[in-house]
T-cell receptor, first 114, second 119 residues
Framework: DAKTTQPNSMESNEEEPVHLPCNHSTISGTDYIHWYRQLPSQGPEYVIHGLTSNVNNRMASLAIAEDRKSSTLILHRATLRDAAVYYCILRGLNSGGSNYKLTFGKGTLLTVNP | GAVVSQHPSRVICKSGTSVKIECRSLDFQATTMFWYRQFPKKSLMLMATSNEGSKATYEQGVEKDKFLINHASLTLSTLTVTSAHPEDSSFYIC???????????????FGPGTRLTVL
């Protein structure tokens, strides 16, 4: 699977926007960019995903660079409940075919200050 | 929708015993489930892919005889840690795909995790 690079940690203030970067310079044409987050002592939670175009949902926005070698997860107004580890993952097919396994990196630990 | 549960949420056992962890998709049928392990302050590591009605596919370095996976139905996969030792203490997390979900057919929905402590 293609590798992603994220900052180890970031800080934000409550109710301010947060931009979480991810570099994926070796992305292939068929790799989707996924973002998951993990709150302390919980399983990961899907946030958003995209292929080429920017995406918006109720949780966040995903901005994808034109060359697809980087992307940014945008939380429009951070809350204390957004404090989590955010994982940027490239999803491809495993050798078995259509199982779509995810390979988690270290992620970015987001701290939200009140 | 797309809720995945795990049982138990926390288990403590003695060294040498076996522990079974259940992963259930509550409101959908999951032909594929995944098992991960996460050590403190580390990322999730995929252990195996569990396919309903067939043998699991294990990642390199994961002992299939130690971590037994059974996916006997479309809503249940189990992970049995056999002859557990203190180094097996970890946070075990499962996930499942809902291939019939129109908006997210390829997304993985994660369970809340099971914390295993082996004394």
């Amino acid at each position: 699977d293609a590798k992603t690079t994220q900052p180890n940690s970031m800080e934000s203030n409550e109710e301010e926007p947060v931009h979480l970067p991810c570099n994926h310079s070796t992305i292939s044409g068929t790799d989707y960019i996924h973002w998951y987050r993990q709150l302390p002592s919980q399983g990961p939670e899907y946030v958003i995903h995209g292929l080429t175009s920017n995406v918006n949902n109720r949780m966040a926005s995903l901005a994808i660079a034109e060359d697809r070698k980087s992307s940014t997860l945008i939380l429009h107004r951070a809350t204390l409940r957004d404090a989590a580890v955010y994982y940027c993952i490239l999803r491809g097919l495993n050798s078995g075919g259509s199982n779509y396994k995810l390979t988690f990196g270290k992620g970015t630990l987001l701290t939200v200050n009140p | 929708g797309a809720v995945v549960s795990q049982h138990p949420s926390r288990v403590i056992c003695k060294s040498g015993t076996s522990v079974k962890i259940e992963c259930r998709s509550l409101d959908f049928q999951a032909t594929t489930m995944f098992w991960y392990r996460q050590f403190p302050k580390k990322s999730l590591m995929l252990m195996a892919t569990s396919n309903e009605g067939s043998k699991a596919t294990y990642e390199q370095g994961v002992e299939k005889d130690k971590f037994l996976i059974n996916h006997a139905s479309l809503t249940l996969s189990t992970l049995t840690v056999t002859s557990a030792h203190p180094e097996d203490s970890s946070f075990y997390i499962c996930s499942a795909r809902d291939p019939l979900r129109g908006d997210k057919p390829n997304e993985q929905f994660f369970g809340p995790g099971t914390r295993l402590t082996v004394l």
